[in-house]
């Protein structure tokens, strides 16, 4: 069901990790709880086997790599 979820959402916009979970909290509201420890291994698993790609990595203010898929 999450992965369901992440596809049509990536379909919608270009998300990184963080705001992908911001809107499958937003989406889904109570019905699922959208931890960081799955989102981030499922978007990975996902790129690798082509079903998302990585269109983006922005560096942030922390000087962090996020990566932006689609």
């Known amino acids: 069901m999450l ?3 992440v596809l049509g959402l990536l379909q919608r916009e ?3 990790g963080y705001r992908l979970k911001q809107q499958l909290e ?3 509201s109570c019905s699922i709880c959208v931890n ?3 989102i981030y291994p499922l978007l990975k698993r996902m790129e690798e086997q082509g079903e998302v790609m990585l269109c983006a990595e922005q560096v942030q203010e ?3 790599c996020g990566k932006v898929y689609e």
């Open 3 to 5: 992965k369901l979820a």
């Open 36 to 38: 960081s420890g799955a």
């Open 62 to 64: 922390a000087g962090q």
């Open 14 to 16: 270009p998300l990184n």
């Open 26 to 28: 937003m989406f889904m």
